[in-house]
């Protein structure tokens, strides 16, 4: 593992690279995207409404090769701001660098400036690298249960 990874707030001129980085996460997590140009609309629509920061992860040698989105938003709980890695992936050429480590460092160190009370995040059960990964880093796994409806699943459905 090495420290080289430089991260940085992707631009408008990040969005085929940010995008390429979130179609290889939506292929690792086997979502079907039905539109190729949906990934860089939907990136690209996020950002320029300020909706979710992105960043990018760069290492010597071998280019950009990860990415992370943010969005922020509250806790009641706490009743303050809260931030959540919705998103985190490195491409394979990148693993195994640091990268993933810098861009979750990057994060938590924006969001300790930002004042918020916590980051959130969720991964898939079997996704082992990436809980050791936030473990080490200071995540605790909550006893929270998550859940979701899909509305998209059955029309009309209440």
Known sequence: MSDTAEVRTAGEQDL?????LFRGYLDFYEVAVEDPAG???F???RMRREESLVLLASVPGRGTVGFAQVYRTFSSLSMAPLWVLNDLYVAEAGRRTGAG???LREVLRRAREAGASGVQLETA???KVAQSLYEADGFVRE???AYFHDL???PGDR
Do not use: G
């Open 101 to 103: 480590r810098a861009l």
């Open 39 to 41: 990934p860089r609309a």
């Open 152 to 154: 998209a699943a059955i």
């Open 125 to 127: 059960y079997d996704n």
């Open 43 to 45: 990136l690209a629509e």
């Open 16 to 20: 085929d690279v940010a995008a390429e």
């Open 143 to 145: 006893e929270f249960h």
